[in-house]
T-cell receptor
Framework: GDSVTQMEGPVTLSEEAFLTINCTYTATGYPSLFWYVQYPGEGLQLLLKATKADDKGSNKGFEATYRKETTSFHLEKGSVQVSDSAVYFCASVGGTASKLTFGTGTRLQVTL | NAGVTQTPKFRILKIGQSMTLQCAQDMNHNYMYWYRQDPGMGLKLIYYSVGAGITDKGEVPNGYNVSRSTTEDFPLRLELAAPSQTSVYFC?????????????FGPGTRLTVL
């Protein structure tokens, strides 16, 4: 079946540091890929998405590029802020009813 | 639009008790989902529905039941609660044909079984 693997956390960075959170997937075909963010005490919000190879999703300074050759969708941000502290989930969609397969989540803590 | 709403926000159950987690959406979405989130484990799909009267099992359905009598509501029933069901439960909805198959999530219900 489909699976999503993302780097273990927690990740602790100083404000303005560069962020990379790795994500790889296995799936039949070419699924759409997503990054969701979960702020403390809240539900998941869609951060960005991509549907085909070489697509780049971007939002709020975050970017991720759909790499078919490496089956990856790594999340990056050039300069993180304290307000980016959250848990980030990589996910793929596939099968009937657009079911999502999630990675285990990576907690990001940004300090001053 | 309220989006996806869930009640209650928090609940403590004793072993063997039953309860229903409520989920409603006002976006006229056909697809609805229930997930559970365990610490460090990501989200696992419990049940899903593609429309009123149609439900199907996800990855971890044991110990749960669902019904979908209307497009708006998708309650999740726990019978004979067990400590292993301590988790945060999220409901989500989607509409076929939405760009990128985006799912919209509710704020979650934190359930503790003691």
């Amino acid at each position: 079946g489909d699976s999503v693997t993302q780097m273990e956390g927690p990740v602790t960075l100083s404000e303005e540091a560069f962020l990379t959170i790795n994500c790889t997937y296995t799936a039949t075909g070419y699924p759409s890929l997503f990054w969701y963010v979960q702020y403390p005490g809240e539900g998941l919000q869609l951060l960005l998405k991509a549907t085909k190879a070489d697509d780049k999703g971007s939002n709020k300074g975050f970017e991720a590029t759909y790499r078919k050759e490496t089956t990856s969708f790594h999340l990056e941000k050039g300069s993180v802020q304290v307000s980016d502290s959250a848990v980030y989930f990589c996910a793929s969609v596939g099968g009937t009813a657009s079911k999502l397969t999630f990675g285990t989540g990576t907690r990001l803590q940004v300090t001053l | 639009n309220a989006g996806v709403t869930q009640t209650p926000k928090f609940r403590i159950l004793k072993i063997g008790q039953s309860m229903t987690l409520q989920c409603a959406q006002d976006m006229n979405h056909n697809y609805m989902y229930w997930y559970r989130q365990d610490p460090g484990m990501g989200l696992k799909l419990i049940y899903y529905s593609v429309g009123a009267g149609i439900t199907d099992k996800g990855e971890v359905p044991n110990g749960y039941n669902v019904s979908r009598s209307t497009t708006e509501d998708f309650p999740l029933r726990l019978e004979l609660a067990a400590p292993s069901q301590t988790s945060v439960y999220f409901c989500a909805s989607s509409f076929p044909g939405l760009a990128y198959n985006e799912q919209f999530f509710g704020p979650g219900t934190r359930l503790t079984v003691l």
